[in-house]
């Protein structure tokens, strides 16, 4: 199956600090999303994002399907970015929905 | 605001003692997902309705069943918990099954097993 892989798998920043978040990917994928998952377990959509850049507000991502690699990038962290950042994707329509997560970046943001 | 809601939030239940989980949407999405997520780990699909068509993961446990009796509503019943059962569950829909819909997040029941 395909597999996902994050990296880094921890962060520490300190406020007001960017960062980048990477995804790679072996196979290629329909769907893409980036998650947050904030401290009380809740995944909120950051992104939906198979192919091209986005943007909104502080975060922006960007996913080259050809070279099966996304980026997230977070600008001007704040405390409340804290939280794990995951990254799924989807390979086809066969896979009947099933998003592949990848393991995670723990992110830290200290005031 | 269209969303999807699961209750309860934290459930505590004994070894061994049925539990089920709900979840609701207002989204009017056709698939309904349910993941488990164990400390430290990747959410894991378990199974997932395509309408009232039902489709399980090959390696989800036999204990772990499901119901949809509706559009709005899915269940998730464990019929004889364990230690390791101990795990957030996430509920998520989509509007559709092709893999070009993006996927909608519940706030997740955190289970905790005696």
């Known amino acids: 199956g395909i597999q996902v892989e994050q990296s880094p798998p921890d962060l520490i920043l300190q406020e007001g600090a960017n960062s980048t978040l990477r995804c790679n990917f072996s196979?290629?994928?329909?769907?893409l999303q980036w998650f947050h998952q904030n401290p009380w377990g809740q995944l909120i959509n950051l992104f939906y994002?198979?192919?091209g850049t986005k943007q909104n507000g502080r975060l922006s991502a960007t996913t080259v399907a050809t070279e099966r690699y996304s980026l997230l990038y977070i600008s001007s962290s704040q405390t409340t970015d804290s939280g794990v950042y995951f990254c799924?994707?989807?390979?086809?329509?066969?896979?009947?929905?099933?998003?592949?997560f990848g393991q995670g970046t723990e992110l830290s943001v200290k005031p | 605001d269209a969303m999807v809601i699961q209750n309860p939030r934290y459930q505590v239940t004994q070894f061994g003692k049925p539990v089920t989980l709900s979840c609701s949407q207002t989204l009017n999405h056709n698939v309904m997902y349910w993941y488990q997520q164990k400390s430290s780990q990747a959410p894991k699909l378990l199974f997932h309705?395509?309408?009232?068509?039902?489709?399980n993961e090959a390696d989800t446990p036999d204990n772990f069943q499901s119901r949809r009796p509706n559009t709005s509503f899915c269940f998730l019943d464990i019929r004889s918990p364990g230690l390791g059962d101990a795990a957030m569950y996430l509920c998520?829909?989509?509007?559709?099954?092709?893999?070009?819909?993006?996927?909608?997040f519940g706030p997740g029941t955190r289970l905790t097993v005696l």
């Open positions: 994002i198979p192919s």
């Open positions: 196979d290629s994928v329909n769907n």
């Open positions: 799924a994707v989807e390979r086809s329509y066969n896979q009947g929905g099933k998003l592949i």
């Open positions: 309705y395509y309408d009232k068509d039902f489709n």
């Open positions: 998520a829909t989509s509007r559709g099954r092709t893999s070009y819909n993006e996927q909608f």
